[in-house]
């Protein structure tokens, strides 16, 4: 009996790749099996080209990381028309950036490993600070408004997505219940009265009282600083 003959492996035709489809390749993959599956084979595999072809379009793994978040940060979409009072629009921008980070997981474990900068994030920062500026927020001010708000957000969905994305939230209030059960009952007599309210310390509810509560803080009022 002949050995069996190992099927050719197939390729995409010659020039049919762009560094626009290989950035959209590794953000769907690192989205749906997370940021350690994104490897160059692994990539390669599903361009269903060689790894070294890769190379002519990304010049190393922390370039494609930079290309991935920028490209996420893409999709982010601000409500129109955009409120006129700037601590309305640094709460849309707020809700805006965690619903793209929710649709993209990958993104906020990038941010808080890498220091992306590229074009996208000055047309994000230029694009803002053009609305706040337009409701008397000085600039400089605004930036780090703007900025205060990221950080809150990236934050944020960092801890939310293994309690209540990665698992049911269901799983998670069951974690709560379960700990607790195994602990004396007179130990922690405030806790046990509230304890229904542990697993919700995670998800919009939870995101919308800082977020409030930072913006309200920053103090941005329709003067100029």
């Not at 959209?24 to 997370?34: N, Q, V, Y």
């Not at 803002?128 to 408004?145: D, F, I, K, P, Y």
Request: net charge positive.
């Amino acid at each position: 009996m002949g050995a069996a003959v190992k099927p050719r492996r197939r390729r995409r035709p010659r020039g049919s790749l762009t560094r626009q489809r290989v950035v959209e390749a590794a953000l769907e993959l690192a989205d749906r099996d997370g940021l350690d599956a994104l490897t160059m084979p692994t990539l390669a595999t599903r361009l269903e080209c060689g790894v070294m072809t890769l190379y002519g379009y990304i010049d190393n793994k922390e370039d494609l990381l930079d290309a991935v978040a920028l490209r996420g940060l893409a999709d982010l979409r601000l409500p129109r028309p955009l409120p006129s009072e700037p601590s309305e629009v640094l709460l849309a921008w707020g809700r805006a950036l965690r619903a793209t980070l929710l649709a993209h997981p990958s993104m906020p474990l990038i941010f808080l490993s890498r220091a992306v900068i590229g074009p996208g994030i000055f047309q994000g920062i230029e694009a803002l600070l053009g609305v706040l500026g337009r409701c008397g927020v000085h600039s400089t001010a605004g930036l780090h408004a703007i900025h205060a708000v990221l950080i809150y957000a990236t934050g944020f969905v960092a801890w939310e997505l293994p309690r209540t994305r990665k698992q049911p939230e269901a799983a998670y209030a069951a974690q709560w219940r379960r700990e607790f059960a195994s602990l004396p009952p007179g130990d922690f007599p405030i806790t046990a009265g509230i304890q229904d309210e542990l697993p919700r310390i995670v998800g919009a509810e939870q995101f919308e009282l800082g977020l409030q509560a930072l913006v309200a803080g920053l103090g941005i009022r329709h003067s100029v600083s």
